[in-house]
């Protein structure tokens, strides 16, 4: 049998790369590369009480103010250099709620590489709210915190799997009351944050901050801009199909789309000194999203996928619930009022934690958890565009 071939390419490189692992110490400090240079000019660092004075002095008068730890359901000691804001951003940036995003819908069931998933629409959202609260003088912070935060209480398969879980608890499945109040709930977010979070729905009272505001508008722009560019990519509509109003008014193409309502909210606050839109910035916006639904997220295929994810969804649900047993231990720091051991098959509590379990899943896991627990065939399972689980 021969010997393979080394490739020395490969050797030369991982010892390059091995070379590096304690940097370059110069006059007592390391450096990460032999000819660094960088500093910031002077020996001063801005603690977390500098830059909260810094920031009151150049927000707007109604704009959150961050101070000390912020107010949490458990109380904690401040961080000496970020504010509370930046450490629930931070927090939310490192949850596995926050990363399983990435394998769940946006509008298309295993997207391809080039559409939206759960996670770039955070991304976008988060993006559009930032740009929105700079310019107002809002809290940036915060507003990126409950951008990134406002989607993670969303189950595998978009917007069909509150359908499908909404039988199972009082008062149904809302997943931004349960990404608020449960999903997160283990990083013992700030109020603000929790509340931006939760509010983030127009079907939801207003959020308490402008913050949070902000972000209930930047959600719905980002969402209407990329689901368009992701379904016209499809092939399901193209840009001619656009009314007249919102073609005239911010055009086909995605930047301009989402400059033109930007523009249209920093506008209104000008004139108005509220955050929203004169109306007909508003109306434009709201015949976009009316466009989607009925050509995007209504359309047969669309229905025929979200009513293949609601019986998925409620099968395992179902199944869990009726073998608690299955049910693994949190990752995320999440703590039931009963332990798992404890829990009786078929009891509220068991199908409680059941949803829990089944509502953090991301497409694929659901759809192999499926195929292994119940015997599914994979026609039985919600259809991607061309890409099998």
């Not at 879980?165 to 149904?172: I, R």
């Not at 709930?185 to 207003?206: F, K, M």
């Not at 193209?238 to 930007?262: E, I, K, N, W, Y």
């Not at 759809?367 to 890409?387: D, E, H, K, N, S």
Request: hydrophobic residues 40%.
């Amino acid at each position: 049998m021969n010997e393979p071939v080394r490739d020395i390419s490969i050797e030369e490189r991982a010892q390059r790369w091995a070379s590096t692992m304690s940097g370059h110490t110069v006059a007592g400090i390391q450096l990460a590369h032999a000819d660094s240079w960088a500093g910031p000019g002077s020996n001063e660092v801005f603690d977390r009480l500098a830059r909260e004075e810094q920031q009151d002095s150049s927000m707007a008068m109604l704009a959150t103010r961050s101070e000390g730890a912020g107010d949490r359901e458990i109380d904690e000691e401040p961080d000496p250099y970020r504010t509370c804001f930046e450490r629930d951003r931070d927090r939310i940036l490192h949850a596995s709620a926050f990363r399983r995003l990435a394998g769940k819908t946006q509008v298309f069931v295993f997207p391809d590489d080039h559409q939206r998933t759960r996670l770039t629409h955070a991304l976008e959202v988060a993006q559009v709210a930032v740009s929105i609260s700079r310019a107002l003088g809002l809290n940036v912070a915060l507003t990126e915190a409950i951008a990134l935060g406002h989607d993670c209480g969303h189950g595998p398969g978009g917007h069909a799997s509150e359908d499908a879980l909404s039988p199972y608890l009082p008062g149904g499945y809302d997943h931004a009351t349960w990404g608020a109040d449960v999903t997160l709930v283990s990083l013992n977010l700030c109020r603000e944050t929790v509340d931006g979070i939760r509010n983030h729905s127009w079907s939801r009272p207003a959020p308490m901050t402008p913050e949070g505001e902000v972000v209930s508008w930047a959600d719905r722009i980002a969402y209407v801009c990329h689901d368009f560019e992701d379904a016209v990519a499809a092939g399901i509509v193209s840009p001619d199909m656009l009314p007249p109003l919102v073609r005239d008014r911010c055009g086909t193409a995605r930047s301009r789309q989402l400059g033109s309502f930007v523009h249209a909210m920093l506008d209104a606050a000008a004139t108005t000194g509220r955050i929203g839109m004169m109306d007909e910035a508003a109306e434009a916006l709201a015949a976009f999203r009316s466009f989607n639904y009925i050509n995007v997220y209504l359309r047969p295929a669309s229905t025929a996928q979200a009513n293949a994810v609601i019986a998925l969804l409620q099968a395992l649900v179902e199944h869990y619930a009726d073998r608690p047993n299955l049910l693994p231990i949190s990752p995320d720091g999440y703590v039931p009022e009963l332990p798992i051991s404890g829990l009786q098959a078929g009891s509220p509590e068991a199908l409680h934690e059941a949803v829990r379990y089944v509502s953090g899943m991301t497409d694929r896991f659901a759809c192999r958890q499926a195929m292994m627990l119940l015997g599914w065939g994979p026609q039985r399972l919600p259809q991607g565009i061309g890409v099998s689980p």
